[in-house]
Structure formats: C-alpha cells, structure tokens
C-alpha cells in the first residue's frame, strides 16, 4: 500500500530515473523533489500509534545493558514488538503487517534509533534487508508462505551476502549453487558476519550460479532446518553485542525451486536492491540515533554551570549545538526526501539511499563524539551511554558498503550517464565501478551542444538566493564530470581522490535540494514569518553546503593528491613512519 500523497508532477517524473543521475547532466527535475513529500493523514496517525506502542513497550520490556550482558535482545522483546506491529512494519496488511509507505517504515525505525541501536540492527536485519527481497521479488506464493510469519516476530529473518572473500566486492561471492535434474539447486559455501545468525529461520542467501551457460548470482530463501545448514561460531565483536553475528556454513544444502527468489541469474541485483533500501534504513536510524544524543546534549548544557554560566551561553558550545541541529535537520531532510522518491514510484533511488548512508552514518559519530565532548568528564564513565553508542555505531560506516565503496559508486554511478551522452552512444556497460572508463574512451573533443542547465525554482523569495545557489552547483557539476572524464578516461575508475570530491559534493547538493523543498513546504503551510527558525537552519545549511562543495570543485584542479599518494607510497616502502627523531 503506497500511502503518500505522490503528486502527478512527482508521478510524471518517473520518466527520468533517477533524480541525482540527472543532476550530472545539468538537469534538476524539479518534479520529483517539490512539492515536499508527506505521508497521508490516516498514515501519519498510524505511524504515531506504533511509535508511541514502541516507546511504551520498551520503557517496561527492554534493558540495553542487560541485552548487552545477554548478548541478545531478548525472545520475549521480539515476540512483544511482533505484537504490537513492530517486525512488519512496511509488509502489506493482507499478509499480517502495518503496510507502511517507506516514509512511514524509516520514520517508525528512526524511532528505533533513538531507543537503541543494538535493537535497531537486529529490527534492522530482519526487515530492511532480511525478508525485503520477499516482499520486493517474492511470488504470490512465497510471500503468503513466508510473510505472515516473519511479520508477526514468529520467526525472524536473515541476510547472508557478505563472505570471507567478498566483502565491499560483493560480486565475488564463491558459494555456488548448482542445478539438480529436479529443478532444486544444491548449495555449497560459507558465510562471515551474518547478524540474527543463529536465530534466523528464514534467511536471504546468495551464490553464484550458472544460468544459461554463464556465471552468474542466484538468491535463494534458505530456511533452518534444511539438511546440511549450519551456524558457526559468534563473533565476539566491540559494540551491537545483543546482535548474534554468525559464520554460516552450506553443505549441500539442497534448496527446493520454490525457495529460488527472482530469477536465478538475478541474483547480484536483487541484493544491491535490497541493500538500497537498507541504507536509507541506516540513514533514518542515524537520525533517530543522533536526535537522541542531541537532546540529551541540550538538556545537559542548559544545566550544567561553570565560570559561572550555563555551557550553553560559550560560544564554542553553541557553535557545537548549532551546527549539529542544523546539519541533522539537512541529513533527516535528505532521508525523507529518498524516501518520497521510493514511494512515489521511482525507479533508480540508488545513489540517493547510498547518500543517506554515508551522511547518516558519518554524522552520527561526529554528533556522538561532540556530545560526548560535552558531557565533559562524566561522559567517560560506563553510567553514561556514551561509550555503548560509540562502540555501537562504529561499524556503521563500515557495514552495508564501506563508505570509501560508497563514494566511488556514487561519484561512478553519476558519471556513468553523463560518460553516456558525451560518447553519444548508448553503450550496454553492466557497472559503473568496472567499465566506466571504457565509456570515457569514447569521448573525443569539446562537446558539441551547449549545455543549458536547469535551475532550480522554489516558490518563495527568501529561498531563491539558495536555489540559484544550487543550480550553479548543479552546472558546476556538470563541468567538471566532464573535464574529470576527459581527463581521466578510463584511469577515472581509480582516481578515488576526485570520485570522494564529486560524491561529497553531490550530497551536498541534494541536501541543499532537500532543505529548500522541505522548508518551502513549511513556509505554505505556517507562512514564512512564523517559521523564522527554519528559515535561519535553511540559509546555515545552505550556504555552509555551497562553501564545501565550492571548495571541493576548486580542488579538482588544484589539490596536493599526488603528494599524499607518494607519502603513503614512501611510508609503504619505509614499512614502518620510520622518520627520525633525536634518540634513533
Ligand atoms: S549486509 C552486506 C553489505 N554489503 C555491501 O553493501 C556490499 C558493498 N558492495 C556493493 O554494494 C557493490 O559490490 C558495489 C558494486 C556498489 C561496490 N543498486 O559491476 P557492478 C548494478 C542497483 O558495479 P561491483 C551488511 O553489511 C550495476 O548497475 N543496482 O558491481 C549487514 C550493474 O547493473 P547492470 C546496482 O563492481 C548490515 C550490476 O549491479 C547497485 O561489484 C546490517 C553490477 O554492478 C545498486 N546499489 O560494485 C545493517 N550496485 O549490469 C542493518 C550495483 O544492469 C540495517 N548495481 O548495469 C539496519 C539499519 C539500522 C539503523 C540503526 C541506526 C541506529
């Protein structure tokens, strides 16, 4: 059931794909961005009533510390948040679960967040990336067998990707699949670092296969019990300790057809779709974390008095708060504004949900670290959720795509349409991060048409300085993806330190989109002089964005990156930092 209210411009924008591909094309399609997406009435309240069931049950029913000594959430908490909605949150209700939009499931998980994060990855296994690929490519049978199960918390869900050789490259997976003359596929290999391991009955597996005489991925539903499935030892890991982080083994394992999800072939596919919802997950959990940090911190600061004056009148405090609100209210703005895309229909949200998940996950420790910092002494200390939430979440920036990964797929993924148009043939390259470079091989000369780039209108005097501001971004963009992929040609797949500035900025960019689109929505709704506060978080964050993705563009021309690569090369040859001081 999609809920929001999806405009037909935004509907009409389904034509393009994807709206941050199109910015690298100079085109800002407005449509899919304005109005503001929001979900329903009837959905607003229903998103209320299992927020509100949440914080209740867990105020009684969960202890973070005692999950922590457990090294489990808890059967009875599973089965309670089952109860009350929690574990089907987006599965539709002829199947048992609350049918939320992806707006309604990130605003209920960032609720999840902002109680704890152990509870939010196991949640988070589960249904962002456990049993999605069911609901999203599941036939009409293996949803009616599977969902109402899982979306009720009587059994819990699993994804196993990731393996001892593939890891960011998660192509290279080496189980294997094989066909058997009864049309079942026998599977063989191993999984690593597989959360809800042990506890899972239902999992998402993936393996090569071969279909049609090539190699390919198949992603099968491996369910507990199946001959030859076995969980391996836990990882004794830093921080989500309540998470029961598994090995798998698959030892002929013989998986029926009816269990095959998709297409056999489609495997690798089917997984990078299932992770695309899972970071803007991670992206909404990260706001919901940090908004619990940040008012933590406000209370603290208020109260807290030295020198004879609240912390909170220190300008170095304020800068500290200040900034955090404003770049959480331009981080929420991007994952809200990813999830209208997805429930409006489009079809290529992967750069934005990838986005989300580096912003997200990257803020949250900054905020994490400066909470702390602010807390002073006694944020130090055990009594203090500050040391759980930094072991916790330090994983985020590594899990579900490294971010250095993410980077080079965003920045590669957008110039891969632009690679396109320069050559002027529509080249069939399978990926943006193997064969970008044979696209730029094809890109002779000064382009021949002139490039008029949109610009961006927001309906509102205050906020058309920051929409020029944008659209120049947006040309600026276009400019120097072009010079890049001249430049580079095929060496782009590898220049890391300008696909880092060209992803940074991106987000950038569609941030700056998210706050003008969500703050115009304000200003019809409250009028502009009632939202004063909006307005002064939309002209920091807008101009501090601009400054850094002005300052990013210049340094693709002028940077030390040849510098920093030979220290790291000499240090690599050294072995060791190896400079002398006085006593060597
Ligand atoms: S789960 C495991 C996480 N693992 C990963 O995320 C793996 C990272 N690696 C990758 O994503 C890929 O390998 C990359 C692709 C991006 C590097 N959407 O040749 P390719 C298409 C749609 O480029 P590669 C975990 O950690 C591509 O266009 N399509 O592939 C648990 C091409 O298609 P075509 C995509 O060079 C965490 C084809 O695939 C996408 O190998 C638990 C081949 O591509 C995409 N994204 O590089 C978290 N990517 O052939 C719980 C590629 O048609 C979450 N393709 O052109 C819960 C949240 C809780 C929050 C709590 C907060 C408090």
């Given at each position: 059931?999609?809920v929001?209210d999806?405009t037909?411009?935004q ?10 591909k199109?910015?690298?094309?100079g085109?800002i399609?407005?449509e899919?961005?304005l ?5 329903k ?5 229903r998103?209320r009533?299992?927020i ?9 029913h969960y202890d973070?510390r ?5 090294r489990w959430?808890g059967?009875?908490?599973i089965?309670?948040l089952?109860?009350i ?6 599965v539709p209700?002829?199947y048992?679960?609350q049918?939320l939009?992806?707006t ?6 960032e609720?999840?967040?902002q ?10 296994v589960h249904q962002?990336i456990?049993?999605k ?8 049978e ?10 009720s ?11 001892p ?6 192509y ?7 066909k058997q003359?009864?049309?079942s596929?026998?599977?063989n ?7 809800n391991?042990?506890?899972?009955e239902?999992l998402?597996?993936?393996a ?9 991925h198949?992603?099968?539903i491996?369910?507990k019990g ?6 391996g030892?836990?990882y004794?890991t830093?921080?989500?300790?309540g ?19 998709g297409?056999p ?11 695309n919802?899972?970071r803007?997950?991670l ?9 619990f940090?940040?008012d933590?911190t406000?209370d603290?600061v208020k109260?807290r008095?030295q ?5 909170a ?7 500290k ?6 770049y959480l ?5 991007m994952?809200?504004?990813?999830c209208?895309l997805?429930d409006a ?6 750069l934005?949900?990838?986005m ?6 990257e803020?949250l420790?900054?905020?994490a ?6 807390r002073?002494?006694?944020g130090?200390m ?5 040391e ?5 979440i330090r994983?985020?920036?590594i899990?579900?795509?490294?971010n250095?990964?993410?980077r ?6 957008g110039?891969?349409?632009?690679g396109e ?6 080249l069939e ?7 970008i ?5 094809y890109?002779?000369?000064?382009i021949q ?9 927001v309906?509102h005097d205050?906020l ?6 944008v659209?120049d971004q947006?040309?600026?963009l276009?400019?120097?993806s072009e ?5 580079h ?9 300008q696909q880092?500035r ?8 569609y941030?700056?989109?998210a706050v003008l689109s ?9 009028g ?5 506060q909006?307005?002064?978080i ?7 964005a601009?400054e850094?993705v ?7 021309e002028h940077?030390?990156d040849?510098r ?11 072995g060791e930092?190896?400079y002398?001081l006085?006593?060597?």
């Amino acid at each position: 059931m999609a809920v929001t209210d999806a405009t037909e411009e935004q509907q009409a924008g389904q034509a393009v794909s994807s709206f941050s591909k199109s910015l690298f094309l100079g085109e800002i399609h407005q449509e899919m961005v304005l109005p503001w997406p929001k979900p329903k009435p009837d959905e607003q309240e229903r998103i209320r009533g299992l927020i509100n069931a949440l914080r209740g049950f867990c105020e009684e029913h969960y202890d973070q510390r005692k999950v922590e000594e457990e090294r489990w959430v808890g059967d009875d908490v599973i089965r309670g948040l089952g109860e009350i909605g929690i574990l089907g949150l987006y599965v539709p209700e002829e199947y048992g679960g609350q049918g939320l939009s992806q707006t309604g499931y990130s605003r209920v998980f960032e609720a999840i967040g902002q109680i704890d994060g152990t509870l939010a990855i196991v949640l988070g296994v589960h249904q962002s990336i456990g049993y999605k690929g069911i609901s999203i490519f599941g036939s009409p049978e293996q949803k009616e067998r599977f969902l109402p199960d899982l979306a009720s918390g009587r059994k819990l869900a699993a994804f196993a990707l990731t393996e001892p050789q593939a890891g960011s490259d998660a192509y290279n997976v080496q189980s294997r699949a094989v066909k058997q003359s009864d049309g079942s596929w026998l599977l063989n290999g191993e999984k690593r670092y597989i959360g809800n391991g042990s506890k899972a009955e239902v999992l998402t597996v993936f393996a090569r296969a071969e279909v049609d005489g090539k190699d390919r991925h198949i992603a099968l539903i491996v369910e507990k019990g199946m001959k030859g499935f076995e969980v391996g030892e836990r990882y004794d890991t830093m921080g989500l300790r309540g998470n029961d982080l598994r090995r798998l083994y698959f030892k002929d394992v013989r998986v029926p057809a009816e269990n095959v999800l998709g297409e056999p072939g489609e495997g690798f596919r089917i997984a990078m779709q299932i992770l695309n919802n899972g970071r803007i997950g991670l992206g909404t959990g990260s706001v919901g974390a940090a908004k619990f940090l940040l008012d933590r911190t406000i209370d603290h600061v208020k109260d807290r008095h030295q020198f004879g004056q609240p912390l909170a009148d220190f300008e170095l405090v304020q800068d500290k708060v200040g900034w955090m609100v404003s770049y959480l209210f331009g981080l929420e703005s991007m994952c809200y504004l990813t999830c209208g895309l997805v429930d409006a229909g489009v079809p290529d949200y992967s750069l934005e949900s990838a986005m989300c998940k580096v912003s997200g996950t990257e803020f949250l420790w900054y905020a994490a670290n400066r909470s702390m910092q602010l807390r002073g002494g006694e944020g130090y200390m055990r009594t203090e959720p500050y040391e759980k939430v930094l072991r916790d979440i330090r994983i985020f920036p590594i899990f579900e795509g490294a971010n250095d990964v993410m980077r080079a797929f965003i920045a590669l993924g957008g110039l891969k349409p632009l690679g396109e148009e320069l050559s002027g043939v529509k080249l069939e390259l399978s990926d943006p991060i193997r064969t970008i470079g044979v696209l730029a091989d094809y890109v002779g000369g000064r382009i021949q048409r002139e490039v008029r780039p949109d610009r961006l209108s927001v309906g509102h005097d205050e906020l058309k300085k920051h929409a020029e501001v944008v659209s120049d971004q947006v040309k600026r963009l276009r400019d120097v993806s072009e010079s890049l992929l001249r430049k580079h040609k095929k060496g782009i797949v590898t220049a890391q330190f300008q696909q880092k500035r060209i992803a940074d900025s991106l987000a950038d960019i569609y941030g700056q989109v998210a706050v003008l689109s969500r703050v115009a929505s304000i200003f019809d709704d409250q009028g502009v002089e009632a939202s004063g506060q909006e307005r002064l978080i939309a002209d920091s964050f807008c101009s501090r964005a601009a400054e850094r993705v002005n300052g990013r563009f210049d340094q693709i021309e002028h940077n030390d990156d040849e510098r920093m690569s030979s220290i790291a090369k000499l240090a690599y040859k050294r072995g060791e930092y190896g400079y002398a001081l006085f006593e060597n």
